[in-house]
């Protein structure tokens, strides 16, 4: 039963760096979605999916890049890390776009970028 | 573009007082409006609004849509030191991807 899965939880970057962030998700869901949070703020979305082989900028996608070539995983990459990308990453899914669809979250990843 | 602002954004109380927090919205064809609680890590769902007027309930939780208005409050009554965290607000239009929009947030400290 694991819901929602992100990796790594922890990570510190180099300016410059390139990494990707894991999500997977095992609710067979078709929306995903990844969201920053920097300190004391709210949720930015990012990018999300509504289903394998579409996605779509969200708010802030600017730095970012996403996949999605299955139902499960959703990965985010960061190509050029910047300090400005130092922040909580959360990925998230939802089974469809009824009311009453919950969304879930993953347990985060906490982005340093130095 | 969608709005969510939430006030006040930071709130601390003794135990067992009552807080009222206020979440109004700006959204193209609202869905939904979804009330969180964050504490360290990830958000943890409390409630989905979808109809005004009609109160959910929780426990010492609760909550309500005022569609006229463009607003939500969550009420959380006795308040206890476990109720220490934020809690967002978020909004969600009917559009493909049903993506929601989240507001900054209530830090609500709760002290003995």
């Known amino acids: 039963n694991a819901g929602v899965t992100q990796t790594p939880k922890f990570r510190i970057l180099k300016i410059g760096q390139s990494m990707t962030l894991q999500c997977a998700q095992d609710?067979?869901?078709?929306?995903m979605y990844w969201y920053r949070q920097d300190p004391g703020m709210g949720l930015k979305l990012i990018y999300y999916?509504?289903?394998?082989?579409?996605?779509d900028k969200g708010e802030v996608p600017n730095g970012y890049n996403v996949s999605r070539s299955t139902t499960e995983d959703f990965p985010l990459r960061l190509e050029l890390a910047a300090p400005s990308q130092t922040s909580v990453y959360f990925c998230?899914?939802?089974?469809?776009?009824?009311?009453?669809?919950?969304?879930?979250f993953g347990e985060g990843s906490w982005l340093t970028v130095v | 573009e969608d709005k969510v602002v939430q006030s006040p954004l930071s709130l601390v109380v003794h135990e067992g007082d009552t807080v009222t927090l206020n979440c109004s919205y700006e959204?193209?064809?609202?869905?939904?409006l979804l009330w969180y609680k964050q504490e360290k890590k990830a958000p943890t769902f409390l409630f989905m609004l979808?109809?005004?007027?009609i109160e959910k309930k929780s426990g010492r939780l609760s909550s309500i849509l005022d569609k006229k208005e463009l607003s939500s409050i969550l009420n959380i009554t006795a308040t206890q030191t476990g109720d220490s965290a934020i809690y967002l607000c978020?909004?969600?239009?009917?559009?493909?991807?049903?993506?929601?929009?989240f507001g900054e947030g209530t830090q609500l400290t709760v002290n003995p």
């Open positions: 998230a899914s939802r089974a469809g776009a009824l009311s009453g669809n919950t969304i879930y």
């Open positions: 609710m067979n869901h078709n929306y």
């Open positions: 999916s509504v289903g394998a082989g579409i996605t």
């Open positions: 959204v193209t064809n609202f869905r939904s």
């Open positions: 979808t109809s005004s007027g």
């Open positions: 978020a909004v969600e239009p009917e559009t493909s991807g049903s993506r929601l929009t």
